[in-house]
């Protein structure tokens, strides 16, 4: 149950788009379409942002959208807004019938 | 409005029990499996556990295997984690949120409770 690989920061301006990725192995990301995302913002609880991969729960911008290639999945943020600034997470479905987080990922927009 | 609402958090000595409740409404609880996820403080989120919606599977990650147990009464509306000889690394805010197996953390979340394993 080792945790999935994401970088500790990414930064972009109003306007452009960044990706953060996600890595695991063939036992989590790359074996199952089970990838969510989280938003979290200081001292709040965690928000859903994308499942199953590239799905948006209702309510979320179609500016974030999730991919996923072998064992790495993408969060896409297009046309960055200040309020994006939060922490980022991935987690994913296991061979166990746990889950596991990413570290997170810290993003800042310039 | 669907609400899930933490509580028995607090302060506790290593090697102590403590147990969370989360309780919930507004949804039909009784039809949604249910996970905690905790986070340590100025840290990343960690999976602790999950119960299906009626109660007859568990999992937990390996860190609370043996220690802790997730439970549920869906009479009451209302999750349960009894956590057994409590060490220091499992100082951290404790959320309760829907979703099944393989929905992983799912739509609503709990504002969180605290809990601090300190001598």
């Known amino acids: 149950q080792s945790a999935l690989t994401q970088p500790a920061s990414v930064s972009g301006s109003p306007g452009q788009s960044i990706t953060i990725s996600c890595t695991g192995t063939?036992?989590?990301?790359?074996?199952?379409?089970?990838v969510s995302w989280y938003q979290q913002h200081p001292g709040k609880a965690p928000k859903l942002m994308i499942y199953d991969v590239s799905n948006r729960p209702s309510g979320v911008s179609n500016r974030f959208s999730g991919s996923k290639s072998g064992n790495t999945a993408s969060l896409t943020i297009s046309g960055l807004q200040a309020e994006d600034e939060a922490d980022y997470y991935c987690s994913s479905y296991t061979s166990t019938s746990t889950w596991v987080f990413g570290g997170g990922t810290k993003l800042t927009v310039l | 409005q669907v609400q899930l609402m933490e509580s028995g958090g607090g302060v506790v000595q290593p090697g102590r029990s403590l147990r969370l409740s989360c309780a919930a409404s507004?949804?039909?609880?009784?039809?949604?499996?249910m996970h905690w996820v905790r986070q340590a403080p100025g840290k990343g989120l960690e999976w602790v556990a999950l119960i299906w919606s009626d109660g007859s599977n568990k999992y937990y990650v390996d860190s609370v295997k043996g220690r802790f147990t997730i439970s549920r009464d869906n009479s009451k509306n209302t999750l349960y984690l009894q956590m057994n000889s409590l060490r220091a690394d499992d100082t951290a805010v404790y959320y309760c949120?829907?979703?099944?197996?393989?929905?992983?953390?799912?739509?609503?979340w709990g504002q969180g409770t605290l809990v601090t394993v300190s001598s």
């Open positions: 063939s036992s989590d990301v790359g074996g199952y379409n089970y």
């Open positions: 949120a829907t979703g099944g197996e393989r929905d992983g953390p799912r739509d609503y």
């Open positions: 507004g949804f039909s609880f009784s039809r949604n499996g």
